[in-house]
């Protein structure tokens, strides 16, 4: 790539002693990520920290409900996960006034709504728009396609989030459905509702 | 006109039945450790799980191709050897192989089994690949990426077995097999152990005050990219870096592209390749979904003597960029 730096390079040492620089900054020809710059939006909101508990109140039931169900109909995924089902993720669906902490241990779940500013010490976070989220546990939507497109990121122990990914994408058929369906009618009507405002979004079709 | 055929990955059962089902003329899956080039974790199959995933395709009238494409270490030649003695219980249809001393195992041992020379073992020439045909009784051979169609085309002519190419994803540095970068940073390696990069030695840190993000491998930044920059994988091959001659930084070795050849496909089967393959068994569902039915589509169109009709799947590639590499042309890089 011709395509010169826009700022300083930070220097780092390299394994054989030799100095290995790298450069950082935006480079000519790359593509905008229209999803930059949006995280976090609902943590600036007056009043904000009441909102997320509250929030957390109300969705927790079905939080509950929904993890069980899950770990029940899909108890492969548990085998993929190896030693990080101990592990603490923090799944943080950026437009929603709360994060979501997962513990996949078939033998202690947890899957709680918790605020921002009160989630515990996790072992990695994702992060990323809530339908993005949605569609990358259904798989479908492509987990190193979003991260490409800087719309996912994550920080923390990688290892523990391509655990994650590659056990949730073994998965057949549809969580966020068999989520939708302990609801009945009006959670298939939402979540298909969803889908379409979300496909819309991003084919313009 | 050659056959065609599509080789699509698969790195679990669910992404093994997803290309099935998407046209996969075969599937080329690992199991779940060194014997294979993608041994990433939460990746591959249980022995369980590829007996079921074996039954699955056959009944589909889908191949299913078992990489055994690393080198064993010293003394450590039992994994392959199991490995393979499962694969051939089983009932696969083919290995993928790189060493000289697996292939030759397979060869005595399981001589029933097809036997496929990976792009692992960088045989690029006639007279290479001709020693793997007359010696392990070799009946395919993955090309590397570095050759031209016409190259191809002059390789066919001399050779007694099939031709692979890839045709779409990951397109690694350009002697294959012999890459010891991730083994320079992180004591493990890419050829011996399956692993480019592991993911338990990569971080990602993002800087919230800017929106930048550095990419990590074994504690050494390898690239830094902007808050709207397109990223690409946490190899080194595709780190960005500067030097005395380019102060500005650059990407060294390559960059985060993907290779993409649907434009190239009719010249490929003219040049007498037999089979298309697709990278990716680190990828998901969805890329898989996607990318067979894409050349499903377009091999199918192609066999039938339509024009082919390709779809866009930028979307899906490393920094959302593509190249034809040196099948297009040896001035690439």
Redesign the interface.
């Known amino acids: 790539?011709?395509g010169?730096?826009?700022s300083v390079?930070?220097p780092?040492a390299?394994?054989d002693g030799n100095r290995?620089?790298?450069?950082?900054?935006?480079?000519p020809g790359?593509?905008?990520?229209p999803m930059?710059?949006s995280a976090g939006w609902a943590s600036r909101l007056p009043g904000h920290r009441g909102l997320a508990r509250i929030a957390c109140t109300m969705v927790q039931p079905l939080l509950t409900r929904t993890v069980r169900k899950i770990a029940r109909n899909h108890t492969s995924l548990f085998?993929?996960?190896?030693p990080?089902r101990e592990a603490d993720f923090l799944i943080d669906p950026v437009e929603l006034p709360f994060a979501l902490h997962l513990r996949p241990d078939p033998d202690n779940l947890t899957f709680c709504a918790v605020p921002r500013d009160a989630a515990p010490p996790v072992t990695a976070t994702i992060q990323g728009p809530f339908m993005l989220l949605l569609q990358?546990i259904d798989?479908?939507?492509?987990?190193?396609?979003a991260?490409?497109?800087?719309a996912l990121?994550?920080?923390g122990d990688?290892?523990a989030?391509?655990?994650?990914?590659?056990?949730l994408?073994?998965?057949?058929g549809s969580i966020a459905e068999e989520t939708a369906g302990l609801f009945g009618r009006p959670g298939q009507a939402i979540l298909k509702r969803l889908r379409r405002s979300y496909h819309t979004e991003n084919t313009g079709i | 006109m050659s056959l065609a055929e599509l080789i699509c990955p698969a790195g679990t059962p669910a992404a093994l039945r997803t290309a099935v089902d998407a046209g996969a003329d075969a599937v080329y899956c690992g199991v779940q450790d060194a014997t294979n080039a993608r041994n990433f974790p939460g990746l591959n199959f249980t022995v369980e799980e590829l007996t079921e995933a074996v039954a699955y395709a056959h009944t589909h009238g889908t191949k299913v191709l078992l990489a055994l494409n690393t080198y064993p270490p010293a003394g450590k030649v039992d994994l392959w050897r199991q490995a393979a003695d499962t694969g051939a219980r089983i009932g696969v249809d083919a290995f993928i192989v790189a060493d000289m001393g697996v292939a030759d195992y397979i060869a005595r041992t399981h001589p029933q089994v097809r036997l496929h020379l990976s792009v692992q073992a960088a045989a690029s020439s006639p007279e290479a690949i001709r020693y793997y045909c007359e010696n392990f009784g070799v009946k395919r051979v993955v090309l590397p990426r570095i050759l031209t169609i016409p190259e191809i085309r002059e390789i066919r002519k001399e050779i007694p077995c099939e031709i692979e190419t890839f045709i779409f994803g990951n397109h690694g540095l350009m002697v294959e097999g012999r890459c010891s970068l991730t083994n320079y940073l992180t004591g493990q390696s890419t050829n011996m152990d399956g692993v480019c990069s592991p993911a338990s030695d990569v971080e990602y840190i993002r800087d919230e005050a800017t929106g930048e993000m550095s990419s990590c491998l074994g504690g050494f930044t390898i690239d830094r990219f902007g808050p709207q920059e397109m990223a690409g994988y946490p190899t080194i091959c595709k780190g960005r870096y500067t030097a005395p001659h380019r102060p500005e930084g650059y990407y060294a070795f390559e960059e985060p592209v993907s290779l993409n050849l649907s434009r190239l496909l009719p010249e490929l089967i003219g040049a007498g390749v037999h089979a298309f393959k697709i990278e990716g068994r680190q990828r998901s569902k969805s890329y898989v979904r996607n990318v067979v039915r894409a050349f499903r589509q377009a091999v199918d169109d192609i066999r039938a003597g339509r024009e082919a009709n390709i779809a866009d799947l930028v979307a899906l590639t490393e920094g959302q960029k593509q190249t034809m590499g040196a099948f297009e042309t040896k001035k690439w890089r």
């Open positions: 790539m011709k010169k730096a826009s390079a930070q780092i390299g394994a290995v620089d790298l450069q950082h900054g935006r480079t790359n593509h905008e990520n930059a710059g085998a993929r996960l190896g990080y990358l798989a479908d939507e492509d987990g190193d396609a991260f490409f497109s800087r990121t994550i920080t990688t290892e989030v391509v655990r994650l990914r590659n056990a994408d073994d998965v057949d």
